[in-house]
């Protein structure tokens, strides 16, 4: 027995000085892309023919999807709180109906191009936000100090005066009102960022690269600026994405190569970063599972160590790979092509702009009735039924994903991994049992919820979708809160003060509320979902009862 101990230490030691050569895998597939969805045929006859078809129960008043609204309303209230059941939800009055097809009719024209006439009916029923005015047309870009109007080309020129007498009142004062009032002046973004720095603001001086950067997200300079503050905080994730992000979305630009190479000089510097971590983390816990052996001569300690880092070494998409797979056989999944096909389209749509093409996306979806969803690192993002039965248009479902998408794409499972106990935080990656339930409850810091927010919001303006889809999601989680939490949204905290941020952010950076919502074509896949879940549950009392 002591032998045997003492060629177990040896073996670990080994293994100790090994670390140093391990190399971090990356494993890479293209996303291979999804064919458009033709437009759906316009009639009231077949709007209510989908709409009934998404009622579970036939024998009951059809009931429709429901638009998101800006407001929400308090639901009645219940004596004991139960899971939500589809086929008991409220009728929508004549006068909802009627607004839904105003959607419906706005989606078409937006498909067809026709861009200005969809806009003008989306503004017709959709509700401005509660605390926020009209936002104001937004002005084309300048980058000529002699475009400026005479009060901006005074401020322009007080802020010179102040850096070349060194003077930080003198200086600062006249670039924020230049940048306030004069948003579309790109080098006024740039050099209050550059003076805020000087006078140790890096905070500050992303907020204001961060806003800019919204206004004008095609402006070389502004994102090159934004992607060396970002690399300066020594946030490179962020300042890959950033960089990969304007390479995806301004292809034809004379600089996309250069940022595509910033991208990867960035992401290399996070991955070299988050090994070491890897290492370091690696070696304290492995001694300190092999001095549990010593005493207690049990081996689940230095091997569960020793199987986990090996696994972290190899990277984010080994990790998803390996419980994907055994989620897989711990869930069931829908199989129907069409639902499948759906949740696909809008997660690859959303993935092939997020800026980390060494991913294989999949998406899975889930026969569970509860609104909620998780993603594993690597790609791997599972979607449960409820998801589409329970939110109101495709936007909405698309903010959904794009969250999760941008919990992967900024690596935040992996960052809990790597940065916490080793032991602890991992065997919610690996086969150890029970990986599920705490998979979907895993914590988030307020700032990745955040971060996962503002990129998820950016994603589906990108691809096309209204930009308060994620937004409008929160509203529709409050309103079933007043009956029982959703599931996803006690594993991701927000309510009213997360609505709130959303609005001003929506706002502030200009974003387009007034695009496409994707609502009939949503009530056509609610109506099988809901038929799916029906039948499973029909499937589950006459077990019960057998």
Do not use: C
Request: aromatic share 6%; charged share 25%.
């Amino acid at each position: 027995m002591k032998r045997n101990r003492k060629s177990l230490l040896l073996t670990l030691n080994w293994v100790l000085l090994s670390f140093g050569t391990s190399i971090l895998i990356i494993l890479t597939q293209p996303t291979a892309p999804v064919p458009a969805q033709e437009p759906a045929a316009n009639s009231q006859q077949q709007l209510r023919e989908i709409l009934q078809r998404a009622t579970p129960n036939p024998t009951e008043t059809p009931k429709p999807v429901i638009i998101p609204q800006p407001t929400p309303s308090p639901s009645p209230e219940v004596t004991e709180p139960k899971k939500p059941d589809t086929a008991t939800e409220p009728e929508l009055t004549p006068e909802e109906i009627a607004r839904q097809q105003k959607f419906i009719e706005a989606d078409k024209l937006y498909q067809a191009g026709q861009i200005v006439e969809a806009e003008k009916i989306y503004r017709e029923v959709k509700e401005p936000f509660a605390k926020t005015s009209q936002p104001q047309e937004r002005k084309a870009a300048i980058t000529d100090p002699t475009q400026l109007s005479p009060a901006g080309k005074v401020y322009w020129r007080e802020a010179e005066a102040g850096i070349e007498k060194k003077l930080e009142s003198r200086t600062l004062i006249p670039l924020q009102l230049l940048v306030e009032q004069y948003p579309e002046f790109i080098p006024g973004h740039i050099k209050f960022a550059e003076v805020l720095k000087q006078y140790n603001r890096s905070p500050q001086a992303l907020d204001i690269l961060e806003r800019g950067a919204s206004l004008y997200p095609d402006q070389p300079e502004l994102i090159k600026a934004r992607v060396t503050a970002l690399a300066e905080a020594q946030k490179w994730m962020e300042a890959s994405l950033a960089a990969r992000q304007f390479a995806i979305l301004n292809p034809k630009d004379p600089q996309a190569p250069e940022f595509a190479n910033l991208a990867d000089v960035h992401l290399k510097r996070y991955k070299s970063h988050i090994q070491a971590e890897i290492r370091g983390n690696a070696i304290a816990n492995i001694l300190t599972g092999a001095l549990g052996y010593a005493v207690s001569g049990s081996l689940l300690g230095p091997f569960s160590a020793l199987d986990s880092t090996i696994m972290l070494l190899r990277g984010e998409e080994s990790i998803g790979e390996s419980v994907a797979k055994q989620a897989k056989q711990e869930l069931k999944q829908i199989t129907d092509e069409t639902v499948v096909a759906y949740v696909d389209e809008i997660g690859q749509k959303l993935a092939k702009v997020a800026g980390r093409n060494e991913f294989k996306y999949e998406f899975f979806v889930v026969p569970q009735e509860e609104l909620n969803a998780f993603a594993l690192p690597g790609g791997k993002i599972f979607i449960n039924a409820g998801a589409i039965a329970k939110t109101n248009s495709e936007a909405e479902l698309a903010g959904l994903i794009g969250h999760e998408l941008s919990h992967v794409v900024l690596s935040h499972g992996f960052q809990l991994v790597t940065q916490g106990n080793l032991v602890a935080n991992v065997t919610q990656y690996i086969p150890l049992g029970g990986i599920i339930g705490q998979l979907s409850a895993l914590s988030y810091s307020r700032d990745m919820e955040r971060q996962a927010d503002t990129l998820g919001t950016r994603l589906i303006v990108a691809t096309g979708y209204a930009a308060d889809g994620l937004r409008n999601l929160m509203v529709t989680l409050e309103k079933q809160q007043k009956n029982a939490p959703p599931s996803w949204l006690s594993s991701h905290p927000g309510g009213s003060e997360r609505v709130s941020y959303l609005e001003d952010m929506i706002t502030n950076s200009k974003y387009n509320r007034y695009a496409y919502e994707g609502v009939e074509r949503h009530a056509q896949i609610q109506a099988k979902v809901k038929q799916i879940l029906k039948e499973k549950k029909s499937q589950e009392e006459k077990k019960q009862r057998s």
